[in-house]
């Protein structure tokens, strides 16, 4: 039976990461996941997560499946988190989730539901946007098209083309929007920005979905969420993927949420049964432990506090590294590397060439993606110099 099956590629992000791994250079250095990496180069465990974790073993009674929903104290949490507890209380009748396998899973229930209504018009994503967004939303039999979003050139949100393109979504289409921290490119919209993004939302009728992966980790919890708050006040119909995965480091343990938010009860009532059904054929039930532990983490105050200010520490090192590496580059090369610093989150691009990416791989053991993206939580003290280094010996 699997005698005529193609090998197929892999992924190009893993795939990069697994070459690095198999590379024998003792200077080599992985900028390729994106996974938030501490100043040893690992990948930490927060302080809140493993006291919630000690208490829930302590605690713990049964590994019997939680709701098909998910764990409530979870949802309760990300709600008010996402859309903020005044918001949440206002239209709580009108707005249902689902717990998720992860952003992943999230942005899947979510493309399932949308696809469940009969939509008479396409997703649009932006150019570029996270690879597996396609995949994802595409699977389900939606038609995706683009919308240009990212301007090399000055290396931020080129948003005349995107209001451009914009102009042609109308009643039946979704556009797909980063709530913050684009990924790959880490340029933002601005808050004046997202108002116009609301308004035509309003005014042609198409339906906004957000990808909230990093909610935290660009200028704080609640400004990062500015624009999905904006939308979800404007336009009667919002869909929300929202993970735990960067912002309480919980990526093995695959934690997200998909959130509906609908104009009246009943839609709240059908969209949770969709979602619901659609979670049944797809892995049937929820996992527990990540979601248990975000739960504790967002309704116990003290954890809270201590969540908070830990991630907190996280934003102010990534944007400290952002800093050093753009001064690093500058008096390496005397060009202009300003953009880094002015860019959201973990991701950017470098400008380089396809050619100067591979360059730097084989000859330097600097694994970036062929877009020159590089992930700029993975830089610390003992690899920024061997990094700008490798970047100066192809410009």
């Not at 206002?90 to 949308?114: N, T, W």
Request: glycine letters at 8%; charged letters at 20%.
């Amino acid at each position: 039976m699997f005698d005529h099956l193609p090998v197929l590629p892999p992924d190009s992000i893993l795939g990069l990461a697994a070459a690095c791994r198999a590379d024998t250079n003792p200077d080599k250095v992985d900028l390729t996941i994106g996974i938030y990496m501490d100043e040893a180069g690992i990948c930490p465990v927060f302080e809140a997560v493993k006291r919630a974790q000690i208490a829930l073993i302590e605690e713990e009674t049964t590994k019997s499946y939680i709701p098909p929903q998910g764990d409530q104290a979870f949802i309760d949490g990300m709600l008010a988190l996402v859309l903020g507890e005044e918001r949440l209380a206002a239209r709580s009748h009108a707005i249902a989730a689902v717990q998720a396998p992860g952003g992943c899973g999230a942005v899947r229930l979510g493309a399932e539901v949308l696809k469940a209504s009969g939509p008479t018009g396409k997703v649009w994503v932006s150019d570029p946007t996270w690879p597996v967004h396609i995949p994802l939303i595409g699977s389900v039999g939606l038609e995706l098209t683009q919308y240009r979003y990212y301007d090399p050139a000055t290396h931020g949100v080129n948003f005349e083309a995107m209001v451009d393109d914009l102009k042609g979504a109308t009643e039946g289409d979704i556009v797909l929007f980063h709530g913050c921290c684009h990924n790959p490119s880490g340029a933002d919209l601005s808050p004046e920005q997202w108002q116009v993004m609301a308004q035509m939302a309003s005014a042609q009728g198409f339906t906004p979905m957000i990808d909230l992966a990093y909610q935290g980790f660009g200028d704080g919890l609640e400004q990062d969420v500015y624009g999905l708050r904006l939308l979800v006040d404007q336009v009667p119909e919002v869909v929300i993927a929202a993970s735990c995965s960067k912002n309480m480091g919980l990526y093995r343990e695959r934690t997200g949420l998909a959130i509906y938010v609908t104009k009246d009860a009943r839609a709240a009532e059908a969209t949770a049964s969709q979602a619901k059904s659609a979670a049944r054929r797809i892995y049937s039930m929820p996992p527990a432990h990540g979601a248990i532990i975000a739960g504790r983490i967002l309704s116990d105050a003290d954890l809270r506090t201590h969540w908070q200010a830990e991630l907190s520490a996280m934003c102010e090192r990534i944007n400290t590294l952002r800093t050093e590496f753009r001064d690093c580059l500058h008096a390496a090369t005397g060009r202009d590397f300003g953009f880094i610093a002015n860019e959201k989150g973990m991701f950017s691009f470098l400008g380089l060439t396809k050619e100067q990416a591979q360059q730097v791989r084989v000859e330097r053991g600097l694994y970036m993606l062929d877009s020159s993206r590089i992930n700029i939580a993975s830089l610390n003290a003992a690899n920024l110099d061997k990094v700008v280094s490798a970047v100066a010996s192809v410009l």
